[in-house]
T-cell receptor, first 116, second 114 residues
Framework: AQKVTQAQTEISVVEKEDVTLDCVYETRDTTYYLFWYKQPPSGELVFLIRRNSFDEQNEISGRYSWNFQKSTSSFNFTITASQVVDSAVYFC?????????????FGTGTRLKVLA | EPEVTQTPSHQVTQMGQEVILRCVPISNHLYFYWYRQILGQKVEFLVSFYNNEISEKSEIFDDQFSVERPDGSNFTLKIRSTKLEDSAMYFCASNRDPSYNEQFFGPGTRLTVL
């Protein structure tokens, strides 16, 4: 069965602190894709990153970085020097090649509050 | 930059009424999806559509729901007889080749059933 777990329901940090959002996934497939989306208070889903199962290289994009570890089935997201504008709900998602449709399975999300 | 659009942004309806949520996917995309997010909860897959037919649907997508691509540009979700528990944000998404790129999400339609 496929599943995405985001154990942190809500995290509060003070501006400029670093914060890591955890994502653990379950799948039997060898080919799959992992994603992070940001949902600001306005409600839309903003794409942040896509990673396929064969690419375990970590990625950095500005203040954002992602750590993909197949050995622990985790795809964690770190924001460095957080800002108030980072306040949002962050969703991790999994999509599998064998589903045929590549539908997304989302985690329950982590609400990040960055305090000034 | 091309984007997925959805109308209306907010729909209020009475229980038992039919609603149609509309989406215009990105023009050269081939795979289409509807997702639902009940307030404060996670985003859930409803249905996927490819080659003019449903390719997969979830348990949520019962006989009250239907999808259609009536022309070359629109992709609609119909709820035949709305229930209070259908109140949610509905997201449309599209993709050209899921093995190469992410789904592109629309801004969502907030459905409120009274």
């Amino acid at each position: 069965a496929q599943k995405v777990t985001q154990a942190q329901t809500e995290i509060s940090v003070v501006e400029k602190e670093d914060v890591t959002l955890d994502c653990v996934y379950e799948t039997r497939d060898t080919t799959y894709y992992l994603f992070w989306y940001k949902q600001p208070p306005s409600g839309e889903l903003v794409f942040l990153i896509r990673r396929n199962s064969f690419d375990e290289q970590n990625e950095i994009s500005g203040r954002y970085s992602w750590n993909f570890q197949k050995s622990t089935s985790s795809f964690n997201f770190t924001i460095t020097a957080s800002q108030v504008v980072d306040s949002a709900v962050y969703f991790c998602a999994l999509s599998q090649a064998t589903s045929g449709t590549y539908k997304y399975i989302f985690g329950t999300g982590t609400r990040l509050k960055v305090l000034a | 930059e091309p984007e997925v659009t959805q109308t209306p942004s907010h729909q209020v309806t009475q229980m038992g009424q039919e609603v149609i949520l509309r989406c215009v996917p990105i023009s050269n995309h081939l795979y289409f999806y509807w997702y639902r997010q009940i307030l404060g909860q996670k985003v859930e897959f409803l249905v996927s559509f490819y080659n003019n037919e449903i390719s997969e649907k979830s348990e949520i997508f019962d006989d009250q729901f239907s999808v259609e691509r009536p022309d070359g540009s629109n992709f609609t979700l119909k709820i035949r007889s709305t229930k209070l528990e259908d109140s949610a944000m509905y997201f449309c998404a599209s993709n050209r080749d899921p093995s190469y790129n992410e789904q592109f999400f629309g801004p969502g339609t907030r459905l409120t059933v009274l």
